[in-house]
């Protein structure tokens, strides 16, 4: 009996294994699937990014021909500058970053990175050098060691552990049972939103891509996780074109531009100071997200007195 039990025992270790790695091999394709639409043209060039100048010209963009999302949209993010886009909920903002990256096509207009139409170029190589921070980053069920190489699997591990360092993850992981080899995912350790968001920093540390889009998590955050992770953010994105997708207005006020979307359009622009001074839909939304930080401030206060 023992006999038999033993290479069923086996074999049934050896079927979870390969069905955890179905699992992980479908979540790597739920990452990187692709629009089957968006194909490369013939004879696409590589993309050859000089100094990293993004440029949106009168883009427009609809899911489905019906309902607009984005009606005519232009702007810059200068080589080396941070531009933030805000909004209301359902404004379009993080279409804006799923056209960047091509998972869509324009409608109309063009989106252009040093000059060159996003449409002409290898998805491969648009890719390469883009940094993608998405709102919820896919882990695998791997150690964390494993999660952050992702971003790129030549990474020696004292490459793994600095790029964890600046995104302000390494003492986390340090602290987790087995360091750097703690098993993450459905069968291991369990990440927070913002523990998850600076794995995916680091990751994009090791990539190193000299554009970068951020879609911040629309979650609140505590204060202290948001401050490590805004400090992450200012870090990996120095020197970097970055986007930033922001649903908590403090995270972006040292952005170079604020971008205001409204129900598809521009609906302001400039920097915070600016924006807060002309007393616009901007300020309206930072005085409604100061009381309601406020209010859940005062309501901890009263948790902790009880
Ligand atoms: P939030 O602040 O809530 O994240 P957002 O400004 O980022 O919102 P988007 O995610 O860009 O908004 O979505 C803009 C609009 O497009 C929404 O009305 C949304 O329902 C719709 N939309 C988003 N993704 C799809 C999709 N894949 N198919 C159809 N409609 C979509």
Same mark, same amino acid.
């Given at each position: ?103 869509? %096509? ?10 060159? #139409? ?38 020696? #591990? ?63 955050? %505590? ?38 979307? #409204? ?39 009263? #948790?902790?007195?009880?």
């Amino acid at each position: 009996m023992i006999q038999l039990y033993q290479p069923l025992n086996f074999m049934g270790m050896v079927y979870r294994e390969i069905k955890q790695a179905i699992i992980d091999i479908e979540k790597m394709f739920n990452v990187l699937s692709r629009n089957p639409e968006i194909k490369d043209v013939e004879g696409a060039a590589p993309l050859v990014v000089s100094a990293g100048n993004v440029r949106f010209e009168d883009v427009r963009f609809a899911y489905d021909p019906e309902r607009p999302i984005l009606k005519g949209l232009s702007f810059e993010v200068p080589a080396g500058k941070t531009v933030a886009i805000v909004g209301p909920s359902g404004a379009g903002k993080s279409t804006i970053s799923r056209l960047l990256f091509r998972l869509y %096509d324009v409608s109309n207009g063009k989106i252009l990175i040093d000059g060159q #139409d996003i449409r002409n170029v290898t998805q491969a190589s648009l890719r390469a050098s883009i940094g993608m921070v998405p709102q919820d980053t896919v882990l695998f069920n791997d150690t964390i060691r494993y999660n952050i190489r992702y971003g790129r699997w030549d990474a020696g #591990d004292a490459e793994v552990e600095e790029a964890a360092q600046l995104a302000q993850i390494d003492s986390f992981i340090r602290n987790s049972p087995k360091g750097y080899e703690t098993q993450v995912g459905e069968r291991g350790l369990k990440l927070s939103g913002g523990e998850k968001q600076r794995v995916a920093i680091a990751r994009t540390v090791l990539k190193a891509p000299p554009i970068l889009v951020l879609d911040e998590a629309t979650s609140a955050l %505590d204060s202290h996780t948001e401050h490590e992770i805004q400090e992450a953010l200012e870090r990996v994105s120095r020197g970097r074109t970055s986007l930033v997708i922001a649903h908590r207005l403090s995270t972006i006020i040292g952005a170079d531009e604020i971008i205001v979307l #409204d129900q598809g359009r521009i609906a302001e622009r400039g920097t915070h100071v600016r924006l807060l001074a002309a007393g616009g839909l901007y300020a309206s939304m930072w005085n409604r997200q100061r009381e309601a930080e406020a209010a859940r401030e005062k309501l901890a206060q009263i #948790d902790d007195g009880n």
